[in-house]
């Protein structure tokens, strides 16, 4: 079995067509972007790349650009020299720099501000730069893989990513469906981490049955193959299928909110635990969910710090970290008004 089988579980056909790009790119060096939902698999098929490739042996670093605060990702990045802002009492060797010879990964890569993405697009054009506060440029050589789960190319559209820093990083575009889109991997997937999961808890309390296999199936696995593993493993240390399912159950309901099944009753959970009661339901596109909720997050933050710059537009852009013309635009998207 190839390394590539042994870490990424899975027979559907587009499984085995990232399997094949995986083969094919390992040691081409080329820029990688990972694209697909929260929990499909971005960060495994990155390993993946490192592993099957000749930098395997070296460092595998990675930096998830959302969880560190744009102010200070910077110096995450490239690192500082000592007194180059204050408090920084000792030198700071960067992720770029630990990355030399081997593979960085930039998760998340659809968050990066603005302002460093410039900065960003000319590390990659040369792989040179310099720590924060030193008088010398230091070069590396690193494999640049990055993942989102953004539509990079609408925020391209709405002036939140660089066009020119997007076709620099696509590259090799290597695209994860949901795991709804591909129910041939379902069985392999129960069956690896159930496999794995007995060796590690050392006994099996459960069985999956075929019922069980036949919800698994129904299930739209809005959390892809992290919420599965999860509830697989779940079910291997509490054995009751009755709760776990039950909970999968509400919680479809509530991932798609405001259709028919609402005004229901919750579905019953069936005595038999065989018996598969999951209702044909009438579901909102998943993008238009998506869109609606950060149109809502976006207008509330945005018209908050307008109230609070006194519709300065120019000073709202900056604590935004967007530029002027993206938050005209946005402005104008979400009809944002000054209230007198
Ligand atoms: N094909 C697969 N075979 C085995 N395990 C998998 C597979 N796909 C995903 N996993 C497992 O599912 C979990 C989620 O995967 P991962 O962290 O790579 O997802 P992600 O796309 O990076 O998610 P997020 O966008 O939330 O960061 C991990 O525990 C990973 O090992
Ligand atoms: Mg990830």
């Known amino acids: 079995m190839n390394i590539c089988d042994q870490i990424l579980a899975g027979k559907s056909s587009s499984i085995l067509k990232v399997k ?31 592993l099957c490739s000749n930098r395997k042996g070296k460092p595998f670093v990675k930096v998830n650009c959302a969880a560190i605060p744009g102010e200070l990702l910077e110096s995450e990045l490239f690192g500082y020299e000592r007194g180059a802002f204050t408090g920084a009492d000792r030198t700071k060797v960067g992720k770029f720099e630990l990355a030399h010879s081997g593979t960085i990964f930039l998760d998340e890569i659809g968050d990066m501000p603005l302002s460093l993405q410039s900065k960003m697009l000319q590390v990659l054009q040369d792989f040179q730069f310099s720590r924060l506060g030193a008088k010398t440029d ?63 808890i050392e006994r099996t309390l459960f069985e999956f049955t075929d019922g069980t296999r036949d919800f698994f199936h129904q299930y739209s696995w809005p959390g892809n193959v992290r919420e599965l593993k999860n509830t697989v493993e779940r079910l291997m240390i509490l054995g ?80 935004l970290q967007i530029s002027y013309k993206a938050l005209l635009y946005k402005i104008k998207e979400l009809n944002l008004r000054r209230e007198d």
């Open 240 to 319: 009751d299928w009755r709760t776990v399912k039950a909970e999968l159950m509400a919680r479809e309901t509530k991932q798609f909110g405001s259709h028919e099944l609402t005004t229901q009753p919750p579905p019953p959970v069936p005595d038999d635990y065989e018996v598969v009661t999951v209702q044909k339901k009438k579901f909102p596109p998943l993008k238009e969910v998506k869109k609606k909720a950060v149109q809502e997050a976006e207008g509330k933050l945005i018209s908050e710090v307008l109230t609070e710059t006194d519709w300065n537009r120019k000073r709202a852009a900056k604590l």
């Open 138 to 200: 230091v070069r590396v050589n690193c494999w640049v893989l990055a993942a989102t789960n953004q539509d990079l190319e609408q925020s391209v559209r709405e002036g939140l990513f660089r066009e020119d820093l997007y076709y620099r990083l696509n590259i090799i575009r290597i695209f994860i469906p949901p795991l709804r889109e591909r129910p041939d991997d379902i069985d392999v997937l129960i069956d690896y981490f159930s496999g794995r999961f007995a060796e590690k």
């Open 20 to 50: 094949e790009l995986i083969r094919q790119v390992a040691n081409s060096d080329l820029n990688v972007i990972i694209c697909g939902e929260s929990g499909v698999g971005k960060e495994l098929v990155a390993q993946a790349l490192h």
